[in-house]
DNA sequence: AATGATGTGTCAACCGGTTGACACTAAGGG
DNA sequence: CCCTTAGTGTCAACCGGTTGACACATCATT
């Protein structure tokens, strides 16, 4: 690995010189700007950025922490919050905390130790006291933290309702709410209980009963989630609507139907929440809550710059869903 | 952000004190080592890694380069890796190149520039002088890259036959190849050409014809990869079995199939290939080739590890595939 | 009493790059 | 001819932590 030395040597300049064209300060002749790139490309140099980064006291990294990548909505996610990252200069560490406590603790200091710029979480966040005092931006996704840290997030509340009122609409008289996580339950401080108010919220003047089941997902492709859905529908064979809180439990019900031998749309209507990618690779194609992820993840990024920059941002960025009506309502 | 001048002040002793402590070196008593430690839980000390770093010149961090983190095969493989890596104490840099080969040399020389311990290739590589005067660490995922860079793979031309075999077995008298990733066509290089040469070296003595079709995937809801196979299939009515190189492939495929009323698995039958969680979501459940994706992470972050420590490792690590039997078959 | 292990401190160099202070030269303008 | 601006160099301090050399204790052994 050559140095700055080795290229101020080969340039035949000092090394301030060197710096000085590195990062466009003081005079410098286009003559010797050129004999320095010039050097540069010959050694195939790259100025080591952990050496400028400490000098500096910031790393252009920022660290995300998520439960699982491996779940479609956090991928699609992982991977817009990269991109525009990316975009403006920052590198991401990715730390996987399957809503461990403990786990995401312990990611938390790693990225403190390794001098992140800020932090995006993805994951749960309930011990408010470890994150106060850190003395870095930290931002939320989808998750309430405390009134100090902004958060990203997207009209649960609103995503209920709709998903309430079209099944309502549709003629459904019985309905189902299905939620769960990958790696642990949802808790108070996800937002995503929010959905539930809204479904409920829609129902009270229409006379239309619901139940529920919160499912404590093992594994994507583990049929006991099937099973116990199927179970479910046995206890409510009434059951004509269903909104799932994900499109990956939505399609754990299309399944369950199927095995129930219940037509979609026909005798059971479902409804998911996300429209990530599978929604559109299932059969029937599901009816969804579309979260502009994209757009979230753009915001979040821009929220971060800004943070990093001493700009005020504002603390509450909720984006609107959407329904995307498909085949299974 | 207390630093170990800091720590040394607090607890009464120098710094050459603490850092041995914290090192771990020469000799130390309990009572010192007590009143360091008291001292850095009170400040609440972090010792800065970037510094460590610089000095050891070792990072501990490893660069991620794939097409896309949204596709599930990578959301997949990028969750166990970045376990096993946390398991050994790496972190990940993670950097999503879209195929795009211009984009994959930025981040090559940024990851270098970051002084990475080291990289795990899972996109394309295709010039390979890029990577060989990289004086450091590459290990190539399921790609041929050059002969000096350890490749983790499966054994994709077994797949391929398997694949073959068991729609053959199954009675098929028409064959489908069907190829195509996100984010761009697969080249030679990727090793999942070798699934297409097992496919067809089953079918010789079968005297059983098959037709190919390579899908220009441009992102997984979008309706136009389907009506492409929906028109291919009707140039092709006779086709009867289906092998899509990925299980979103795959799952397109069954899309397809709903379309033009062809019923799996009597008329059409299916199989697709990685078995990643939509496998076992789409209805019917896929039958796949699985790829032991999480065996395949761990045995890429030994291979760095041993790489790192100067150890020889072997240049081929493959991994047998199993055909999971489900419904579309 | 000499020896050696243990325990801690001081000091300086180093990792690789950045920056400010200051000196010096050459060229151009008024 | 003086003054300013441009262009480059030298030097040292700094970011935060690590390490080796060396000095100087203390304490237990032999």
């Known amino acids: 690995m050559p140095k700055i030395e080795d290229v101020a040597a080969k340039a035949g300049v000092s090394v301030t010189t060197v710096s000085r064209v590195l990062n466009n300060r003081g005079y410098i002749s286009q003559a010797t700007r050129d004999k320095v790139a010039q050097a540069m490309k010959e050694l195939n140099y790259q100025p080591n950025e952990m050496a400028r980064s400490l000098f500096r006291k910031k790393s252009n990294m920022i660290g995300l922490i998520i439960p699982t990548v491996s779940h479609p909505f956090f991928s699609e996610l992982v991977y817009h919050l990269e991109y525009y990252a990316d975009q403006k200069g920052y590198k991401v560490l990715l730390c ?14 790693m990225l403190k130790k390794n001098q992140v710029d800020a932090i995006v979480m993805g994951s749960n966040v309930q011990d408010v006291k470890h994150y106060l005092n850190l003395n870095l931006p930290i931002i939320s996704f989808d998750r309430t933290v405390a009134n100090n840290i902004p958060i990203v997030t997207s009209d649960n509340y609103t995503g209920g309702r709709l998903a309430s009122r079209l099944l309502v609409d549709k003629g459904c008289r019985k309905l189902a709410h299905i939620s769960g996580g990958v790696g642990g339950p949802n808790h ?14 829609e129902l009270p003047d229409t006379g239309i009963e619901h139940v529920s089941l919160e499912l404590e997902i093992t594994g994507l492709g583990d049929k006991r989630n099937v ?13 004509d609507g269903v909104f799932a809180t994900s499109d990956v439990l939505a399609a754990l019900v299309i399944q369950a139907c199927h095995q129930l031998k219940k037509t979609i749309p026909q005798e059971m209507k479902i409804i998911g929440y996300d429209d990530v990618g599978i929604a559109s690779l299932v059969w029937p194609r599901l ?6 992820i994209r757009e979230m993840s753009e915001c979040a990024i821009e929220l971060i710059a800004k943070l990093l920059q001493g700009e005020e941002v504002s603390m509450i960025n909720s984006f609107p869903v959407t329904l995307i009506q498909r085949d299974t309502t």
Do not use: C
């Not at 996987?96 to 200091?109: L, P, T």
């Not at 108070?188 to 919220?201: C, E, M, P, V």
């Open 188 to 201: 108070a401080a996800l937002l995503a209980s929010k959905r539930f108010q809204g479904f409920r919220d």
């Open 96 to 109: 996987n905390s399957n809503r461990d406590i403990s786990k995401e603790r312990k990611y938390i200091d």
């Open 287 to 292: 009816t969804s809550i579309r979260q502009p």
């Open 227 to 239: 099973d116990e859905l199927v179970r479910f529908f046995q206890e409510h064979p009434d059951a």
